[in-house]
């Protein structure tokens, strides 16, 4: 599986942004996916989950009812769409992929995806 993020950017706080991440290789609609970020310093950390119809999702509470997540299968596309931005939300943010998911199961540990695509910079300020 390959994925490819896009979206990133520089916006104010209070702002808005919308991650996309488009992959391809093997069908879609068999992956579980995931979105991570990793703040200079800091580790990486779990953002949000779907599952294979984009019917079960899953949030970090820190952007619990400010991101939402989303998928398009006849796309294979999946989006992050991010409100009410804060600075603590300054990070690289990851898309990935787990090609062993069961049907109605998100997952919120990295270790439990098997295919990553590279970073996107979101850059809030305050």
């Known amino acids: 599986v390959q994925l490819q993020a896009s979206g990133g950017g520089l916006v104010q706080a209070g702002g808005s942004l919308r991650l996309s991440c488009a992959a391809s290789?093997?069908?879609?609609?068999?992956?579980?996916m995931g979105w991570f970020r990793q703040a200079p310093g800091k580790e990486r950390e779990f953002v949000a989950a779907i599952n294979r119809n984009g019917r079960i999702t899953s949030y970090a509470d820190s952007v619990k009812g400010r991101f939402t997540i989303s998928r398009d299968n006849a796309k294979n596309t999946v989006t992050l769409q991010m409100n009410s931005l804060k600075s603590e939300d300054t990070a690289v943010y990851s898309c990935a992929a787990n090609s062993r998911a069961i049907l109605s199961a998100t997952y919120n540990r990295a270790e439990e995806y098997n295919y990553w695509g590279q970073g996107t910079l979101v850059t809030v300020s305050s």
């Open positions: 290789g093997r069908t879609f609609s068999n992956q579980a």
